[in-house]
């Protein structure tokens, strides 16, 4: 079965340093891999997504992610926190054995200090 | 346009009782999902519909019926509710590995 777990269930960054949230992956077949952000009593918003094609995926607001099979990981980055980044961040596989249900880590809060 | 619509967002209701969440989708998706996400934030697939055929089926007490009465629409009836029943639950739909979610409804069982 497929699963995703996320490194840290809370990380601190200063204002203007880099964002580097953690997620690793297993699955038996290649992984469709997805990072979300949910914001304080609102829905989940798509940042990127990982389908097969290049490893190296830039998503929304300056947030990328890295696909890297040998470590089984796809974390995700940003070179230069804004105060409106802090939220919950959620890593996701899709189970395409299973209907392509999301199977989610449980989730990275972010906290951005000035 | 609202992609995937939940209605209502917020909802405050006693033990024992019997409610329904709604949601639409305007995207032509074929699949539909319910998730609920509990007070640790943590979100965990309960249903899924294929075309208004039920795929998936997670281990949810019978209390919770789905019902998708054409592939833009999946419900949610939740009968005899209980303290555990309060969360968040999103709706959301699919296509080709590309999601889609609801703003959620908050449940509170009091």
């Known amino acids: 079965a497929q699963s995703v777990t996320q490194l840290g269930s809370h990380v601190s960054v200063s204002e203007g340093a880099l964002v580097l949230l953690r997620c690793n992956y297993s699955?038996?077949?290649?992984?469709?891999l997805f990072w979300y952000v949910q914001y304080p009593n609102q829905g989940l918003q798509l940042l990127l997504k990982?389908?097969?094609?290049?490893?190296l995926v830039k998503g929304i607001n300056g947030f990328e992610a890295e696909f890297k099979k040998s470590e089984t990981s796809f974390h995700l980055t940003k070179p230069s926190a804004h105060m409106s980044d802090a939220a919950e961040y959620f890593c996701?596989?899709?189970?395409?054995?299973?209907?392509?249900?999301?199977?989610f880590g449980q989730g990275t809060e972010l906290s951005v200090k000035p | 346009d609202t992609a995937v619509s939940q209605t209502p967002k917020y909802l405050v209701t006693q033990m024992g009782n019997d409610k329904s969440i709604k949601c639409e989708q305007n995207?032509?998706?074929?699949?539909m999902y319910w998730y609920k996400q509990d007070s640790k934030k943590f979100l965990k697939i309960m249903f899924s519909?294929?075309?208004?055929?039920?795929?998936i089926n997670e281990t949810v007490p019978n209390r919770f019926s789905p019902k998708s009465p054409d592939k833009a629409h999946l419900n949610l009836h939740i009968n005899s509710l209980e303290l555990g029943d309060s969360a968040v639950y999103f709706c959301?739909?699919?296509?080709?590995?590309?999601?889609?979610f609801g703003s959620g409804t908050r449940l509170t069982v009091v």
């Open positions: 959301a739909s699919s296509q080709s590995y590309g999601y889609t």
């Open positions: 699955s038996s077949v290649p992984p469709y």
């Open positions: 995207l032509g998706h074929d699949t």
């Open positions: 519909y294929n075309n208004k055929e039920l795929i």
């Open positions: 996701a596989v899709s189970d395409y054995n299973q209907g392509g249900k999301l199977i």
């Open positions: 990982y389908t097969s094609a290049a490893t």
